[in-house]
């Protein structure tokens, strides 16, 4: 059995993708319904839930819990796995079981990997014909058969787009003439999607919406700001990165190292086992001036592996700026690499830019005395609280 995390308390396949971002030019706030709605983030190394509610108005927190999946696929925990349906549905299934979850209706997230994000230009065109010539212009940079995505998009409205393209008001936005439309493409691929809702159909649960797992991120983290922010997302197997304006992703990049590095790279050379080297990891972080021979190799590993995901996402991030003539001046931290010891100081020192820990449960309301547990696991459950208050809004509205 997996390892899980569960905390409860009592208080007195065909669904358009992009409606995130629709909404967000449109918000709709949750106003009547009671009815639980549960967020499940389905990573590469865990499984997160987090089941919210409407308290007269106010998106109230019922649940949360966590599952490491490497045991379920014949590794350790914190290791990255490929599950087929029936292990996701068994992990799942014992997760709603420990976290107390009772909610059937859920937003689901699919892995960035199985996923193209891409601002592309089309002509400016009126709506109808555009909804005509967006999908033919879009299939240019799916990189596999039409056949095997699930393709939606949106188009940015003309005073965003103005916005984006440097106008400094709303005014000297509404003055300026467009000749391009940008539109926001997004592509899921189909195996991935039968595949998750074969697992929810076997868990006995029933997915309102599947989601990239990035817009969720953006939604419980980012607040609507002109100022562009950048994510970095440091999960398991990857570390993901993104440029977010307005609420949109205007370029990502994918590192192709992960928290999971470290517990191998530990592993190696301290000669203890995977598990082993996982806890030590936990317990340890990147802590310099460290006196414990455990701790300083752990921070030693540590150490080599954020170096090279950070130089790596300060090259993006620089190439960013340029190509976009932005400025970025806050990196937020999510995934559960962000949670470890030390992490934001070292990044803080790598990229020499601000640095916010994810906080998405501040969306929620929850007891006083959880608070400082909530801040300190947030990062993890970014994607899980955003999947969450997009069903309950859903569900309300």
Avoid: W
């Avoid at 400016?124 to 967006?134: G, M, Y």
């Amino acid at each position: 059995m997996g390892r899980v995390q569960a905390f409860t308390y009592v208080d007195s396949m065909d669904i358009p993708f992009l409606d995130q971002a629709k909404q967000y030019f449109n918000k709709t706030i949750a106003t009547s319904q009671e009815t639980s709605v549960l967020g499940v983030d389905i990573g590469s190394s865990s499984i997160k839930v987090v089941q919210t509610r409407n308290n007269k108005g106010v998106p109230t927190l019922d649940t949360y819990g966590e599952i490491a999946l490497g045991t379920y696929g014949g590794t350790e925990v914190g290791q990255a796995t490929n599950l087929p349906p029936e292990k996701l549905a068994e992990a799942l299934k014992v997760l709603i079981t420990e976290a107390s979850v009772t909610s059937k209706l859920c937003g689901v997230s699919v892995p960035f990997a199985s996923s193209l994000v891409k601002l592309i230009e089309v002509p400016a065109l009126p709506d109808d014909k555009l909804r005509t010539v967006v999908p033919i212009e879009a299939r240019k940079y799916i990189p596999v058969p039409i056949n095997e995505v699930q393709l939606d998009y949106f188009i940015i409205p003309e005073t965003e787009q103005k916005l984006f393209m440097g106008a400094n008001s709303a005014e000297e936005a509404e003055a300026t003439q467009l000749t391009k439309r940008m539109a926001l493409v997004v592509a899921m691929h189909a195996e991935t999607l039968r595949k998750h809702a074969r697992a929810f159909e076997l868990a006995g649960l029933n997915p309102g919406f599947f989601e990239i797992e990035a817009f969720s991120n953006i939604r419980s983290t980012v607040s609507r700001s002109l100022a562009p922010v950048a994510i970095i997302d440091l999960g398991a197997a990857t570390s993901k990165l993104y440029l977010v304006e307005l609420g949109i992703i205007l370029a990502s990049h994918v590192v192709p190292t992960g928290s999971q590095d470290i517990t191998k790279s530990l592993a190696a050379s301290s000669h203890v086992s995977l598990a082993k080297a996982e806890e030590l990891k936990r317990q340890a972080g990147i802590l310099s001036g460290v006196k414990n021979d455990d701790a300083a190799r752990v921070s030693h590993a540590a150490t080599l592996t954020m170096e090279k995901i950070f130089a790596e996402s300060r090259r993006a991030l620089l190439g960013f700026q340029k190509k976009y003539n932005k400025v970025i001046t806050k990196v937020i931290l999510t995934g559960g690499g962000a949670t470890l010891k030390g992490v934001p100081e070292f990044a803080r020192q790598q990229l020499e830019l601000e640095i916010e820990m994810a906080n998405p449960f501040a969306l929620l309301q929850a007891p006083a005395f959880m608070e400082e547990t909530l801040r300190q696991v947030g990062p993890e459950f970014s994607t899980a609280v955003g999947l969450a208050v997009r069903q309950l809004n859903e569900h309300s509205s």
